[in-house]
């Protein structure tokens, strides 16, 4: 039961420094923003609230100024289900990418970052 409470207020904590110190988001010309936001919506990241490493991803999302939908894995059993059957794996963050009949499921922060940096930050 403590070890719960103490969870729930580390991961209460995690969000709200998360709030207080978010990155300002990239600016593009209206173009360029159009063409990010058409790249984008092939791409869905299952994540939990208050991971910490759901936070750096989304933290990247933000300041490169991808609009991402989100799917919260933790406490959406649909959500959670669709990643453990379609993605093999309860694993957060996890990012889908569905570019044409192709469908890739990418586990780990740094591996997403880099991902989204190569993919968005020249835009």
């Not at 173009?31 to 490493?53: D, I, R, S, W």
């Not at 609009?67 to 993605?87: F, H, M, S």
Request: charged share 25%; hydrophobic share 40%.
């Amino acid at each position: 039961m403590l070890m719960k409470a103490l969870r729930v207020g580390l991961g209460q904590l995690v969000i709200l420094i998360d709030f207080l110190t978010r990155p300002a988001r990239k600016q593009r010309s209206p173009h360029a923003q159009a063409a990010v936001e058409a790249a984008a919506k092939g791409l869905t990241l299952y994540q939990f609230q208050a991971c910490p490493f759901c936070v750096k991803t989304r933290r990247t999302l933000r300041r490169l100024n991808v609009p991402v939908a989100l799917r919260d894995a933790k406490n959406n059993e649909l959500d959670r289900q669709t990643l453990l059957t379609e993605g093999g794996k309860i694993k957060v963050p996890c990012l889908r990418i569905e570019e044409g009949d192709k469908t890739v499921w990418m586990y780990e922060s740094k591996v997403i970052i880099d991902y989204l940096n190569q993919r968005f930050s020249a835009v």
